[in-house]
């Protein structure tokens, strides 16, 4: 095909393939196991596959309201009442998404505006940055503190000035596992009281916490909930992250705008998917479970490399684990996750690519969302490793 000739001027200039499919295609290329990207390797349930194909038959293959269907709008707000004793109203103040990457961007395009600061810890999911660039503006990086990557706030207030229009948070936090408490939410709620921020709350892994831990989503403090945008997904939940669903929710003032900039990203999400999930959230134990569940292949994954090379750094949610390899070796994280793909066949994320500027501390990022006998490949082949 012949190219055009004319200048294209990227908007992302610095900004290549995400770590996540260059880990995941190496992964395929050297038949290595794959810990890199984080989605489970085992089936979803089927009752939920049985509903989805249910309401597929019954001929609901058209567009849903832009909003959403409102039975999972509302058996979402009740579960926030339950869970969170916050009341959301299914009408105005909840939204469905095509995901919860496609929910954190159009929250930044609907309140970012060209030159407004939003403050991001790192290391950072990487969809954030480039939502906020693409949308002029600029994003303000603040350093979680290692080993536990906590948040100095006092770090923070230093860099709150008039151009602030957004702080992004992240809890359980991917990568490292970390998980905020109701301290630093109160802290967040004081940083920002009486200022005109808005706040994006991504709470993917709300279920997937360990060691007896409450998840402080931000919706259990009013104050803080009436400025922020919290966002939630249906993929990590319920083991099915292709089928990229997720929700928001805000107050009616924010949901207005999210909803402006939702209508014309995707209109609206899968319609027999919202049909069937608002059939199966009806059983609260497929999510109330996930902690245990979770916290078991943790655990697991854990006890069976302890013995290794590798050091362990604590995982207090989400379905990450990172390992520390300094003892093995001095290459850069991104060099020693090729390797190991390559040479052992374990496909890790280097911690340094979630920063704006390479921070090195020798840590891998290892996916233990997998069958037994997957962890148990990749722990023998860890255990290779001097």
Same mark, same amino acid.
């Given at each position: 095909?012949?190219?055009?000739?004319?200048?294209?001027?990227?908007?992302?200039?610095?900004?290549?393939?995400?770590?996540?499919?260059?880990?995941?295609?190496?992964?395929?290329?050297?038949?290595?196991?794959?810990?890199?990207?984080?989605?489970?390797?085992?089936?979803?349930?089927?009752?939920?596959?049985?509903?989805?194909?249910?309401?597929?038959?019954?001929?609901?293959?058209?567009?849903?309201?832009?909003?959403?269907?409102?039975?999972?709008?509302?058996?979402?707000?009740?579960?926030?009442?339950?869970?969170?004793?916050?009341?959301?109203?299914?009408?105005?103040?909840?939204?469905?998404?095509?995901?919860?990457?496609?929910?954190?961007?159009?929250?930044?395009?609907?309140?970012?505006?060209?030159?407004?600061?939003?403050?991001?810890?790192?290391?950072?999911?990487?969809?954030?940055?480039?939502?906020?660039?693409?949308?002029?503006?600029?994003?303000?990086?603040? $350093? !979680?503190?290692?080993?536990?990557?906590? %948040? *100095?706030?006092?770090? @923070?207030?230093?860099? +709150?000035?008039? #151009?602030?229009?957004?702080?992004?948070?992240?809890?359980?936090?991917?990568?490292?596992?970390?998980?905020?408490?109701?301290?630093?939410?109160? $802290? !967040?709620?004081?940083?920002?009281?009486? %200022? *005109?921020?808005?706040? @994006?709350?991504?709470? +993917?892994?709300? #279920?997937?916490?360990?060691?007896?831990?409450?998840?402080?989503?931000?919706?259990?403090?009013?104050?803080?909930?009436?400025?922020?945008?919290?966002?939630?997904?249906?993929?990590?939940?319920?083991?099915?992250?292709?089928?990229?669903?997720?929700? +928001?929710?805000?107050?009616?003032?924010?949901?207005?705008?999210?909803?402006?900039?939702?209508?014309?990203?995707?209109?609206?999400?899968?319609?027999?998917?919202?049909?069937?999930?608002?059939?199966?959230?009806?059983?609260?134990?497929?999510?109330?479970?996930?902690?245990?569940?979770?916290?078991?292949?943790?655990?697991?994954?854990?006890?069976?490399?302890?013995?290794?090379?590798?050091?362990?750094?604590?995982?207090?949610?989400?379905?990450?684990?990172?390992?520390?390899?300094?003892?093995?070796?001095?290459?850069?994280?991104?060099?020693?996750?090729?390797?190991?793909?390559?040479?052992?066949?374990?496909?890790?994320?280097?911690?340094?690519?979630?920063?704006?500027?390479?921070?090195?501390?020798?840590?891998?990022?290892?996916?233990?969302?997998?069958?037994?006998?997957?962890?148990?490949?990749?722990?023998?082949?860890?255990?290779?490793?001097?």
């Amino acid at each position: 095909m012949s190219h055009f000739q004319g200048t294209i001027k990227s908007k992302l200039p610095t900004t290549g393939t995400s770590i996540f499919t260059v880990m995941s295609a190496l992964a395929r290329e050297h038949n290595a196991i794959n810990l890199s990207q984080g989605f489970p390797d085992f089936e979803c349930s089927a009752e939920l596959v049985s509903l989805v194909n249910q309401y597929m038959k019954k001929g609901l293959n058209q567009y849903a309201p832009m909003q959403g269907i409102l039975p999972l709008r509302e058996t979402i707000a009740q579960k926030m009442e339950e869970l969170y004793s916050a009341k959301y109203d299914p009408e105005t103040e909840v939204n469905i998404t095509a995901g919860g990457t496609q929910a954190i961007y159009a929250a930044i395009a609907a309140t970012v505006q060209e030159g407004d600061e939003v403050i991001v810890f790192e290391p950072a999911y990487d969809c954030y940055v480039p939502a906020i660039e693409l949308n002029g503006g600029i994003p303000v990086f603040v $350093q !979680l503190k290692a080993p536990d990557y906590s %948040i *100095d706030w006092n770090e @923070v207030k230093k860099v +709150v000035n008039q #151009h602030t229009r957004m702080i992004m948070i992240n809890t359980p936090h991917n990568p490292t596992g970390a998980v905020m408490t109701a301290k630093d939410m109160q $802290q !967040l709620e004081k940083i920002t009281r009486g %200022i *005109d921020i808005v706040v @994006v709350s991504d709470e +993917v892994y709300e #279920h997937i916490i360990f060691d007896g831990s409450e998840h402080q989503s931000v919706a259990r403090f009013p104050k803080l909930a009436e400025r922020t945008f919290i966002i939630f997904s249906f993929g990590k939940s319920y083991h099915t992250t292709g089928w990229k669903m997720g929700y +928001v929710l805000a107050p009616a003032n924010l949901m207005a705008e999210f909803r402006k900039v939702h209508q014309f990203m995707v209109f609206c999400a899968n319609s027999p998917i919202q049909y069937a999930l608002a059939d199966y959230m009806k059983n609260k134990d497929a999510y109330l479970s996930l902690n245990s569940f979770y916290q078991k292949k943790r655990d697991y994954f854990n006890n069976l490399v302890k013995d290794s090379k590798f050091k362990l750094r604590p995982s207090s949610g989400s379905y990450f684990q990172s390992l520390d390899y300094s003892a093995i070796s001095n290459e850069k994280d991104t060099d020693f996750a090729v390797r190991l793909t390559k040479e052992y066949g374990v496909a890790s994320v280097p911690i340094s690519v979630f920063y704006h500027k390479p921070i090195d501390n020798k840590l891998l990022r290892f996916c233990f969302a997998k069958k037994e006998d997957t962890l148990e490949q990749a722990a023998e082949r860890l255990m290779k490793i001097n």
